[in-house]
């Protein structure tokens, strides 16, 4: 039985992983948003860690302190996909040119990108990394709405709201689904104009050692230069994000005989 002692730790525990895996100084909304708690108890937390030293508070928002960001003392699971991911995402952006993004499914169903790598191409398109985004209009969410449950993708498309977000937005459930189910036999998903006009991109999941896909992998960049190499991309793409995996632990062989 877990006791509101233990409750209270995990949300410690949460905080201090989520600010960790933060490239930026977070602010009290940011931390709500996050970690889908009450803003009086993200508050509490808040106060209690800086006034503990474990986090400075500064007039753009919370940070970890000095000492832990430079050591790596903190962590959790997003500071292992991040730490097995960089190498592989600063080639990718390199040899394909766009920018690479590294993105994780909260509770909610929604997006959070938790590193990215930006080409170092003039033209290119930067992601605000506090900001949420809607899993049915992204590559990453296309990609990790394929790996749930059966149950959950069906209350998913069943309950959840869809809003379009742009004129190309895919709001209707039997055509969303069926753009899910792609992603899931081909193991990736591309999208043009989805989440933000003139934009187009692809993605492919990121497994642990169980198969699970924790994190998608994507690259995108504005249309005109994207979808003439899309085929190319995303076997880089796919590569790289294979390459994470096996260094999570995943078998391939092992998934695809999981899988068949």
Partial sequence: MRTDGVKSADRVLDLLELLSAARVPMRLTDVVNRLGIPKS????LLATVVRRGYVEERPDGYCLAAQFRSSGWVGGERARLITHAKPFM?????TCDESVFLGVMSSAR?????DKELTSNPL?????????????ATTV???LLADLPAQE???????????ALTEKTQVDRQAL?????????????????SHLMGVSGVAAPVRDGSGKAVAGLCA????????PKMEQLTRQLIDSAHQISIALGWTPRAHEENAS
Avoid: C, W
């Fill in 141 to 143: 969410g296309h990609v």
């Fill in 153 to 163: 993708l069906d209350d998913y498309l069943a309950a959840y709201p869809l809003v």
């Fill in 124 to 136: 290119r398109y930067d992601a605000d990394m506090a900001k949420i985004r809607e899993a049915y």
């Fill in 90 to 94: 600063r080639t990718l952006a390199q």
């Fill in 41 to 44: 108890s993200a508050f509490a």
């Fill in 110 to 114: 929604q997006i959070e990108y938790i």
């Fill in 220 to 227: 995108f960049g504005p249309g005109a230069r994207v979808l």
């Fill in 177 to 193: 689904r069926a753009a899910i189910a792609a992603a899931a036999r081909n193991g990736y998903a591309q999208l043009t104009d």
